[in-house]
Each structure stands twice: as structure tokens, then as C-alpha cells.
């Protein structure tokens, strides 16, 4: 499994040191459904903030991937409820 990150930044005001932030992840394994995270007028002046912004990103990233386990494992238990629920109807036709 490869990720790769592609990050934009726009609408810098050279003035504020804020900035429009995008961050593109990109799974190989699953590569039509690459996981965006955008950030609006974030301050980038620091190396500080800039490392917040990166801890923030990752945040969002564990975050992302707790709900897709929990939903997976909300699915995978109704399909195997529902499974048995069928096969024991079938069993006692």
C-alpha cells in the first residue's frame, strides 16, 4: 500500500501569512477515492503553525478512518445477523 499527498495552497495574504490549505491523500489500493482535507484562512507563519496544521491534518486522517471502521463493522454484523436470520427462516420451511 502506497500514500501519496499532494497539498495546494491559495489565497495567500502575504500580510496575515494565512492561506487556503488542501491536502489530498492518495491510497494505490483505492485510488478513485482519494481523501481531501481542506483548511480556509489558516495562519502558516510559523514553523509552529505549520507543524500544528500537519498535526491537524493527521488528526483528521485517524479520525476518518475510526468512523469507516466503525461503519464497517456496523455492516459486516447486520449482513451476518440478516444471513442467519434468513438461513434459520429457510431451515424451519
Do not use: C, H
Not at 496575515?16 to 481531501?36: C, E, I, M, Y
Not at 482535507?37 to 507563519?45: A, K
Not at 486522517?61 to 434459520?88: C, P, W, Y
Amino acid at each position: 500500500m502506497a500514500v501519496t499527498w499532494d497539498i495546494e495552497i491559495t489565497n495567500v495574504d502575504v500580510a496575515s501569512k494565512r492561506g487556503n490549505v488542501a491536502a489530498v491523500r492518495t491510497d494505490d489500493s483505492d485510488p478513485l477515492n482519494p481523501q481531501t482535507y481542506t483548511f480556509t484562512s489558516v495562519v502558516l507563519e510559523t514553523s509552529q503553525q505549520r507543524s500544528d496544521l500537519l498535526n491537524l491534518i493527521r488528526a483528521k486522517v485517524l479520525e476518518r478512518e475510526g468512523k469507516d471502521t466503525a461503519i464497517s463493522v456496523f455492516i459486516d454484523n447486520l449482513e451476518a445477523s440478516g444471513e442467519t436470520a434468513l438461513n434459520t427462516w429457510e431451515a424451519g420451511r
